[in-house]
Structures are given as C-alpha cells and as structure tokens.
Nanobody, 115 residues
Framework: QVQLVESGGGLVQAGGSLRLSCAAS????????MGWYRQAPGRERELVAT???????KYADSVKGRFTISRDNAKDTVYLQLNSLKPDDTAVYYC?????????WGQGTQVTVSS
C-alpha cells in the first residue's frame, strides 16, 4: 500500500506564493505520473498539473505561467510551487500518484487566498 501526505497549504494574500509538497510513505515502483488536483466547494475536482517519471509536465490553462510542478524521484516526492495566487485558486489541493497499476490519493491540503 502507498500513503501520500500533502503539506504546505495555508492562508495567503492575493499575489503571494506557497509551495506544496506530497511525499509517499514508501518507495513507489512503476510510477507513470504524479500530479496535483484541486477542488473548491460545490465544484468538481480538477486537474492542476502532472509530471511523468521522465519529467514531462502538463498544466491546466488556468495556472500556466503561475504554478510549477516538480519532483524528486529518489524521494517519491512531488512539489507544486504556486505563485501569483488569486482568490480563485482557493481550494483543497490533492496529490495523486499513478503507479503500480493503481491510482493513489492524498488527504488534501487547504489553500486559501484572500483579496
């Protein structure tokens, strides 16, 4: 089994920055990709960014140029740097790993951006 734990969320002013981390409880084998999703109250969970084992990245159009996803394969850890934050970025951010033939989710970390 794999447990993913997110950290780094918090309350920031618009225009501020946060760095989220997602760490796995053990080494993950056969990783296809890891990524970040977010969900605001009353809205569907949406893809924010993904990164493959080889480092290829994809971003939602709404965050391109502001967020950066990165990873440390040796630590099975993925990061999300959130810059130029907007109130619309307020959501619970979830880490996801596609590996070992399964999808694994973290418990989420709250990001709140005030005006």
């Amino acid at each position: 089994q794999v447990q993913l734990v997110e950290s780094g969320g918090g309350l920031v002013q618009a225009g501020g920055s946060l760095r989220l981390s997602c760490a796995a409880s053990r080494n993950i084998f056969s990783v296809i990709s890891m990524g970040w999703y977010r969900q605001a109250p009353g809205r569907e969970r949406e893809l924010v960014a993904t990164i493959t084992r080889g480092g290829l990245t994809k971003y939602a159009d709404s965050v391109k140029g502001r967020f950066t996803i990165s990873r440390d394969n040796a630590k099975d850890t993925v990061y999300l740097q959130l810059n130029s934050l907007k109130p619309d970025d307020t959501a619970v951010y979830y880490c996801k790993a596609n590996a070992e033939g399964n999808a694994y989710w973290g418990q989420g970390t709250q990001v709140t951006v005030s005006s």
